[in-house]
């Protein structure tokens, strides 16, 4: 690859930009794109790549002879890849280029849906995946900051950006260099190396480690997330066992009647018995369990950081926080009435329940 001016401040301030307007993403699934290209469906691994940068559309391969000249009829008709080696070198490579009407649909719309969208690839596109796979993102990506109109959408280095702000970093770090070997004589070898994109080493390398880095502050704060919901269902389960004791011991106590109770615990009793004592519990057992299913479904869905999803993932922290809290304050209640039902039944009964719990808990874990 050939040396260009950019400062790896720009670098930085693209990358920003970039994040700041798509969000960043999850890696992508690298071994659905193989299987797709081990299986001779190039069509299908394009597809895919576009659905993970969000463009639904229709691809549509035109094949190009690996040894094209620029003087041919059929030859590319932009620069949108560099690929020179270290030396200045030609050598085989894999080739695509996209073309991009003037009309082509914004971001969203439902025209995007299906929108045919024509490919040139080179015959040999299957002979290096990774390379491939780096390269058709790289195009994709042209298309989809045209789909947003973004003001860098000419930009090269922006593209590069995008496809791995989207999930292929990992994939541009071994996709990106390609090594061919060619027999001198019967000993030795000389390998040619063509680098794909506009990024020198040192921009890529500082690039990529930015990315991770934001990736992974953004996926530590989702996984913070789950570990407090974990929390918040297993003190849930436990609220929910302490109202089941609760009305066993207010059966214990209706099939035993005969017993002599203190006023306060006659009082008390009554009080139990009123039709809508445990509904509060009950609806915030209900309340709490929708809470939680829709937090597990957010998370499981939430593979894109943007600035909308981490708000959402700090304010279901705080919301989080705060019906802990009030979830504790009810399990403190209802102890406290547990504690008080099991005074007016019998010591047999209550060593009885005392068991069954145990074996219930061990039956759970």
Partial sequence: MTQNSVSLEYIDEAIESLVSFFGIKEPVPEKQLMQLINSSNAKGCIK??????GLPIDVRLISVSNNYTRSNSNRFQ??????????????????????????????????????????KISDNCFDYQLTFITIMSHELSHILLRSVLHKEKDNEFYTDLTAMILGFYEIFKIGRKLELRTRDNSDSYTIHTTTYGYLTDVQFEYAYTKIRTMLLKSRNAKD?????????SAQLSLVQSIIDEFNTLMNSYDLKQSQTFSKEDSDMIVTFHQPDFLYDYDSIIKSCGKFV?????FCEGCNQY????????????EELNKRTII???????????????????????????DIHKKISSKTKS
Avoid: W
């Fill in 48 to 53: 895919k790549i576009a659905l993970y940068l």
């Fill in 78 to 119: 932009s620069d949108s890849l560099v690929t020179t080696d270290s030396s200045g070198k030609g050598t085989q490579s894999i080739t695509a280029q996209v073309e991009i009407p003037s009309s082509f649909p914004l971001f969203g719309s439902a025209e995007l849906h299906n929108y045919p969208i024509n490919m």
């Fill in 224 to 232: 913070y997330l789950i570990s407090e919901l974990a929390k918040y």
């Fill in 293 to 297: 299913e829709e937090i597990r479904a």
């Fill in 306 to 317: 943007t600035i909308e999803s981490k708000k959402k993932i700090q304010q279901y922290r």
């Fill in 327 to 353: 979830l504790n304050n009810k399990k403190l209640l209802l102890e406290g009435y547990v504690t008080r039902l099991k005074k007016c039944t019998t010591l047999f009964y209550r060593l009885k329940l």
